[in-house]
């Protein structure tokens, strides 16, 4: 399965369920935005109660049906001594559990259980088994029923953190093999969350070289590309886009690695005229391009449109010539990279429009998501 298709599914059927998958695929980023997802769906104020104050835990705590939570752990950093604290009072002890614990007695929400598959100690295993069983903690706690618990790891031989869990624990699970997203899907969830500010020569590439999306390496100190990684090199490059060449290949190497920053700065030198020149006089431009030239102008011109609105007339004939040339692998990329105000005057052209009806798909997807 997709990971990304865990964002489509119903929260109750993702209770106990075991997200088994490569790191860097985003099981993490899915679990919280289908947390987040249901909290607007419900109308209910989003928690993240890793991040609250402790005034707001308090202000949850008091009210907990107009919230909904969101709690990651990692499970190796939890152990049974730390959920239940003794409190000596004479004749006897009473137990007492941290805030954000009693939180998850009474409110809606999800509890992430990351990094399930590297626990090695058997009490912290013990532990993790009446958590999703039973969902209780400790001694005196028991989680809300409105509380879903989600847990992700990894396989053996997709980490070396990681271990075979105990057929119990398995069987306390409903274990579902994920995959990274596509490409596509990635493009979507950065231009989501980031808008305009990450480095979107990084879908160009992708777009030209996609077995570099996702590769595994089992080399030490050796990045490797992911979409995590790909996520945090879209960003720094964004961030560092005034300094040179050689500071940003440093941080693109030790994102996906050099074989993948070799060939990135490889292709962002590909030598293309300026987008007014090409506007200018695009078909004798285009006719001449080899496929790496395409791929950099249509970049260029779906950043370059978004900052001068005044060419977006000329920039609408290129558009309208350019889709019965009939490279659809290319016209996907210009519809993707092109932003949304730029898309909607566009298809206000009839030519235009009538031309894209073959793409409706994909122009539905950058419009409307």
């Not at 996609?210 to 996520?231: G, I, L, Q």
Request: proline share 4%; glycine share 4%.
């Amino acid at each position: 399965m997709k990971v990304t298709e865990i964002l489509k599914l119903p929260l109750q059927v993702l209770d106990r369920v075991l997200l088994l998958g490569p790191p860097g695929i985003g099981k993490t980023e899915v679990v919280y935005e289908r947390a987040f997802s249901e909290a607007r769906r419900k109308d209910k104020i989003f928690i993240d109660l890793r991040k609250a104050s402790v005034e707001t835990l308090r202000d949850v705590l008091r009210e907990p049906d107009k919230y909904f939570t969101y709690m990651r752990i990692i499970a190796t950093h939890v152990f049974p001594e730390d959920v239940s604290m003794p409190r000596d009072r004479g004749d006897f002890i009473i137990f007492k559990s941290p805030l954000v614990l009693k939180i998850l007695e009474k409110c809606e929400g999800v509890l992430f259980i990351d990094e399930l598959t590297n626990l090695r100690r058997a009490d912290q295993r013990v532990l993790f088994y009446a958590l999703i069983q039973e969902k209780e903690i400790g001694w005196n706690l028991k989680l809300s029923d409105k509380i879903t618990v989600i847990a992700a790891g990894n396989t053996p031989e997709q980490s070396s953190d990681a271990v075979e869990l105990s057929k119990a624990l398995e069987n306390r699970m409903t274990i579902i093999e994920c995959e990274p997203p596509s490409i596509e899907e990635w493009v979507q969830y950065m231009n989501m969350k980031y808008g305009d500010e990450w480095e979107k020569f990084c879908a160009i590439y992708l777009a030209r070289y996609p077995a570099d999306f996702y590769r595994m390496s089992d080399v030490p100190f050796k990045a490797f590309p992911s979409p995590r990684s790909w996520t945090r090199t879209a960003i720094q490059l964004y961030e560092l886009r005034e300094f040179g060449e050689n500071i940003r290949y440093e941080f693109v190497k030790g994102n996906v690695g050099d074989d993948v920053a070799t060939k990135f700065f490889t292709l962002m030198r590909v030598n293309i005229p300026e987008p007014r020149e090409f506007l200018a006089k695009y078909r004798s431009y285009w006719e001449s391009f080899t496929y790496d030239q395409k791929f950099l102008m249509i970049y260029s011109l779906t950043q370059f449109i978004q900052r001068n609105r005044d060419y977006l007339e000329k920039y609408g004939q290129f558009v309208a010539d350019f889709i019965d040339t009939g490279e659809r692998e290319l016209v996907i990329l210009l519809l993707r990279l092109t932003d949304k105000q730029t898309l909607s005057a566009l298809v206000e052209n009839e030519q235009i429009s009538s031309a894209l009806d073959k793409y409706i798909d994909e122009l539905s997807e950058v419009l409307f998501t």
